[in-house]
Nanobody
Framework: QVQLAESGGGLVQAGGSLRLSCAAS????????MGWFRQAPGKDREFVAA????????FHADSVKGRFTISRDSTKNTVSLQMNSLKPEDTAVYYC??????????????WGQGTQVTVSS
């Protein structure tokens, strides 16, 4: 079993930055790739970024490429999402997930509770 806890969400003006963190706990948490997803009101959950088990590979959704960066610190069992140049359309609940290295939400076995990010125009 893996437990995930997100932090770092909040309210920011357009053009600003936020850094989300996800703390993973559980005996096998380091065995999983990690991903970030988001869900805006009335919309489906969408992929944001993923990092491999080793941290050596990452990929990002086109909508955030060049603005967001995912990283992980395996020594601390944490994964982060640095979000720069935020736009109002980035407003959503952001979820951390553990599973297979993929952009498909169905490939992730464990999910956090989510953290709200609100970007004002």
């Amino acid at each position: 079993q893996v437990q995930l806890a997100e932090s770092g969400g909040g309210l920011v003006q357009a053009g600003g930055s936020l850094r989300l963190s996800c703390a993973a706990s559980g005996r096998t948490s380091s065995s999983y790739a990690m991903g970030w997803f988001r869900q805006a009101p009335g919309k489906d959950r969408e992929f944001v970024a993923a990092v491999s088990r080793s941290g050596g590979m990452t990929f990002h959704a086109d909508s955030v490429k060049g603005r967001f960066t995912i990283s992980r610190d395996s020594t601390k069992n944490t994964v982060s999402l640095q979000m720069n140049s935020l736009k109002p359309e980035d407003t959503a609940v952001y979820y951390c997930a553990a599973g297979h290295y993929s952009s498909a939400s169905g490939e992730y076995d464990y999910w956090g509770q989510g953290t709200q990010v609100t970007v004002s125009s």
